[in-house]
């Protein structure tokens, strides 16, 4: 096994995460040690899902960019054939210019 160093954490984050391992039950050292595991694990298991879609075809051609313009603009409709204002939803809204 290999050991690994962070260095400068701030402290009121190693608190967080010192009050968290202790919540469970867990020493700040295995906490951590479950957190790193866990995300190694997700960022393979991602990139194996992304490799299975590699190459294909069979989808859109849009960039990530493009699609969230295009869902943008579907929510910009429905809003306004619901007849709400793009400002319904903004509490901080005072009306001043």
Known sequence: MVALQ????PE?????LA???KIRGQSLQAYLLEMVTMEARRASTVGRILQQFEGRTDGSRLTRGAAGRLVDGARAGRDRR???DDHDDDDHDTGAP
């Open 82 to 84: 619901a007849g709400h």
């Open 6 to 9: 962070i260095r400068d954490v």
């Open 12 to 16: 009121e984050v190693r608190d967080v």
């Open 19 to 21: 009050t968290q391992a």
